[in-house]
């Protein structure tokens, strides 16, 4: 069961593309741990605050991505971002990228959740938060 879904809407700017005018593979990285800060805020949890009042948040342990179209500078970009496993320390999102109705990227993130650096397990209402499937 897939929880709380989150969409980032963002346009492309000269300084997101390589030479050849496409968007640069890497940008999208950027892109995607937007949209993961913003999931984080759409559940009223701010990665700052956690961090500097805790010294705890979330690490990015692995991602699998496919990049299956090119976007270009001026094009509007959604990325929807997933919660599609939820354990007490982790996370599994599924991250897509689109133009309107095309798929540019699809990624699997899977995320730890750390305090000072070791895992431990979320607060409670995060994990219920990101479950939600409403």
């Known amino acids: ?9 963002l346009r492309i700017y000269y300084e997101d593309t390589d030479f050849s005018g ?9 892109f995607m741990e937007r949209a993961r800060t913003e999931i984080l805020r759409a559940i ?4 700052g605050r956690l961090w500097a009042e805790k010294r705890e948040g979330f690490v990015v342990r692995s991602m699998e991505i496919d990049w299956l179209k090119p976007a270009l500078m001026d094009d509007v970009l959604a990325v929807s971002t997933t919660a599609q496993d939820v354990k007490a320390a982790s996370l599994v999102l599924r991250q897509v990228v689109t ?16 305090r000072d650096g070791r895992p431990t397990r979320m607060p409670e209402r995060m994990r219920q938060q990101m479950m939600r499937t409403e």
């Open 44 to 47: 009223e949890f701010d990665h």
């Open 22 to 30: 496409f968007v640069y593979h890497a940008s999208y990285l950027r």
């Open 99 to 114: 133009r309107g109705e095309e798929v540019l990227v699809s990624a699997l993130c899977k995320v730890a959740y750390l």
């Open 1 to 9: 069961m897939e929880g709380v879904r989150h969409v980032l809407t």
